[in-house]
DNA sequence: ATGAGTGCAAATAGTTTGCAAGCTG
DNA sequence: CAGCTTGCAAACTATTTGCACTCAT
């Protein structure tokens, strides 16, 4: 628990060095996603918003300010849906996922072949690389 | 060119196999994506018909099924749109991509956690893992 | 001839955009 | 008080589904 506004109040830190306003919407937008143990989706983020404290569309914009800031990571499911998860906005703490295609339940994957890339991509003269990468599974209890 | 027809025949061998039946329609999808020199969404695979092959649903539904059976490989744009792109069927050449954000041109990126991730994924008791990853930057000419 | 495959129309999911009003710094 | 941020409505893109018809095997 205090582990979790810990994460909240840092990521609240990052919007204000980001020059990002601070308002009730991120600040619940934000606390939603700390308390998930899996990437959400932005629908997913707005019903476990507490009694409405904001519209849909204001997560997705919120949603899209932060990964644009580097305080939220986004990925994708199998489906095409974008999921956001909190990051660490100076890259420790990158990540991806191991994702139940049943039950949705997700493991944190702490592999990434991010270093290679970016030499590879390098190499070919790409530059401002990203990558989305996600694994997809029966997990033991849905087998 | 001998080039691209051998990969429609070895494609077409392979729905002949997984017993899918071959129409006129899996032939001509099969060889907008053997001519591809980057993943195809199903409505740029649809545009890339010569003179209105079949219907777009047809596409979609085409695709689902060579990606089911493995003679389709799948991934994701950033932006959630799925691509794909002709595979083996036997899992050799598997690779990813590195997308131009800006032209959409793509490069192969040889570079894959397939091993270490089923490893993982074993260890938490998951089955039947699939992964997507695909990379994003800005090419040498957009730039 | 039987059921896989197709076309057309319509529904759905996820996401984006325009604009006027509200609130933060 | 300027302009970033939000809400509401509406548009839009990608994809899926239902159903009757067709064609490969």
């Known amino acids: 628990m205090g582990d979790i506004s810990e994460k909240v109040e840092s990521a609240i830190k990052l ?79 990158h990540h991806h996922h191991l994702t139940c295609r049943k039950c949705g339940r997700a493991e944190r994957v702490d592999l990434c072949v991010g270093s290679e890339l970016e030499k590879i991509a390098h190499g070919y003269g790409y530059t401002k690389i990203t990558h989305v990468m996600e694994a997809f599974g029966l997990c033991p209890i849905c087998r």
């Not at 060095?17 to 899996?38: C, F, M, P, S």
């Not at 204001?58 to 580097?70: A, D, H, I, M, S």
């Open 15 to 93: 919007l204000r060095k980001e020059g990002l306003r601070i308002t009730e919407q991120r600040k619940a937008i934000l606390n939603v996603l700390a308390h998930a143990d899996t990437p959400l989706s932005a629908e997913e983020n707005h019903v476990n918003l507490t009694t409405e404290q904001c519209d849909l569309v204001t997560v997705y914009r919120c949603l899209e300010q932060f990964v644009k800031k580097g305080i939220v990571e986004m990925g994708v499911r199998e489906n095409g849906t974008k999921v956001y998860w909190l990051g660490h906005g100076d890259g420790t703490g």
